[in-house]
């Protein structure tokens, strides 16, 4: 009988009579036995609503409920004129307030809780174009510095004081903050790097055939997903996985090409096929090139600027002997 006066009480149907027997049975009731009912209403009706995303019902909830506390307590004042009555009123009141704003208490926890979960499992995604750059500064202090065409993202509940774990496609140059609580992961599809604070180079692009690690400072492990091969990269080595395989090779960076070069505006080639050239100037300038001869076989070694298309196409004219042509954001090959 007592619930569904409560749920009256709760929809405002209630009628004078049974307002008046609302009264008495809370005379008759402890202050635990109060709470018990009213928390045991409310909670089977929030259950219904704790998924639902709405800030406004919230905020509709509490008005109502500080209108039926306004009327239940002229009610009872009213019902009771003698004094002692009024103090007893007076107490349930109060216990009947803390019975409702409890839940609603709770209620709001659970809301911004769950709004709090939903925030934190939104991603942070960081791009790049063609042709652009980008130094970002994540929430560690580590600084990264992207190339062109690169993407990082990662998850805020997965970036905190335990770990620090992030996803990665493309060129950048990290600048890990030391925190030995937080090992630093990178992770890519074919590839995880795991390091504690260091400075090290990363070419790590699904499209290529192989992904390059050129490490500065400090101490980095390279694993390959595809087989579990593990690499401890030194300072002044170089680190390449082949995808195909997941084999990794290690060797002295002054060996390799520079992987870091485009952050001194250059582009570092060692025994580099045409086609290989080219399609980093189409990356980094964000151009294509049309009628490119498939004839020629010898390979390049040197340098290209990052600031200057002209300059970078004039070495290549020399190297190759090809003369060229731009419409647009299309560079025309002629023999």
């Given at each position: 009988?007592?619930?569904?006066?409560?749920?009256?009480?709760?929809?405002?149907?209630?009628?004078?009579?049974?307002?008046?027997?609302?009264?008495?049975?809370?005379?008759?009731?402890?202050d635990?036995?109060?709470?018990?009912?009213?928390?045991?209403d409310?909670?089977?009706?929030?259950?219904?609503?704790?998924?639902?995303?709405?800030?406004?019902?919230?905020?509709?909830?509490?008005?109502?409920?500080?209108?039926?506390?306004?009327?239940?307590?002229?009610?009872?004042?009213?019902?009771?004129?003698?004094?002692?009555?009024?103090?007893i009123?007076?107490?349930?009141?109060?216990?009947?307030?803390?019975?409702?704003?409890?839940?609603?208490?709770?209620?709001?926890?659970?809301?911004?809780?769950?709004?709090?979960?939903?925030?934190?499992?939104?991603?942070?995604?960081?791009?790049?174009?063609?042709?652009?750059?980008?130094?970002?500064?994540?929430?560690?202090?580590?600084?990264?510095?992207?190339?062109?065409?690169?993407?990082?993202?990662?998850?805020?509940?997965?970036?905190?004081?335990?770990?620090?774990?992030?996803?990665?496609?493309?060129?950048?140059?990290?600048?890990?903050?030391?925190?030995k609580?937080?090992?630093?992961?990178?992770?890519?599809?074919?590839?995880?790097?795991?390091?504690?604070?260091?400075?090290?180079?990363?070419?790590?692009?699904?499209?290529?055939?192989?992904?390059?690690?050129?490490?500065?400072?400090?101490?980095?492990?390279?694993?390959?997903?595809?087989?579990?091969?593990?690499?401890?990269?030194?300072?002044?080595?170089?680190?390449?996985?082949?995808?195909?395989?997941?084999?990794?090779?290690?060797?002295?960076?002054?060996?390799?090409?520079?992987?870091?070069?485009?952050?001194?505006e250059?582009?570092?080639?060692?025994?580099?096929?045409?086609?290989?050239?080219?399609?980093?100037?189409?990356?980094?300038?964000?151009?294509?090139?049309?009628g490119?001869?498939?004839?020629?076989?010898?390979?390049?070694?040197?340098?290209?600027?990052?600031?200057?298309?002209?300059?970078?196409?004039?070495?290549?004219?020399?190297?190759?002997?090809?003369?060229?042509?731009?419409?647009?954001?299309?560079?025309?090959?002629?023999?």
């Open positions: 009988m007592m619930k569904e006066i409560i749920k009256k009480y709760a929809n405002n149907i209630l009628t004078p009579s049974e307002v008046s027997e609302l009264q008495q049975q809370l005379d008759k009731m402890s635990i036995e109060i709470a018990y009912n009213l928390q045991e409310w909670f089977s009706k929030a259950a219904d609503q704790i998924f639902v995303d709405d800030s406004s019902r919230l905020r509709k909830m509490k008005r109502v409920i500080d209108e039926r506390l306004s009327t239940y307590s002229q009610t009872r004042g009213i019902a009771s004129t003698k004094s002692h009555r009024w103090s009123a007076l107490l349930k009141w109060f216990s009947l307030a803390a019975a409702i704003l409890l839940p609603l208490m709770l209620f709001s926890t659970i809301y911004f809780y769950q709004q709090m979960t939903a925030e934190s499992r939104k991603t942070v995604t960081f791009l790049t174009q063609r042709g652009e750059k980008a130094s970002i500064v994540l929430p560690d202090g580590t600084k990264v510095t992207m190339n062109h065409n690169s993407r990082l993202v990662y998850l805020p509940a997965r970036f905190g004081t335990n770990k620090r774990e992030i996803a990665f496609d493309g060129d950048a140059y990290f600048e890990v903050t030391h925190n609580k937080a090992p630093f992961m990178i992770r890519q599809q074919e590839l995880s790097v795991q390091v504690l604070g260091t400075n090290f180079c990363l070419r790590a692009r699904k499209s290529d055939k192989m992904a390059k690690l050129s490490l500065d400072k400090g101490l980095v492990s390279l694993k390959a997903e595809r087989t579990g091969e593990s690499q401890l990269v030194r300072p002044g080595e170089m680190a390449e996985l082949t995808y195909k395989t997941g084999h990794i090779t290690i060797a002295p960076k002054a060996d390799k090409a520079d992987i870091s070069a485009w952050r001194r250059e582009m570092k080639f060692k025994d580099a096929s045409l086609q290989t050239v080219i399609h980093e100037l189409e990356e980094c300038y964000d151009v294509c090139f049309s490119m001869p498939s004839h020629h076989t010898d390979h390049f070694t040197g340098s290209l600027p990052t600031h200057s298309m002209d300059s970078a196409l004039r070495i290549l004219k020399i190297a190759y002997g090809f003369n060229y042509s731009i419409k647009g954001n299309v560079v025309i090959i002629n023999k």
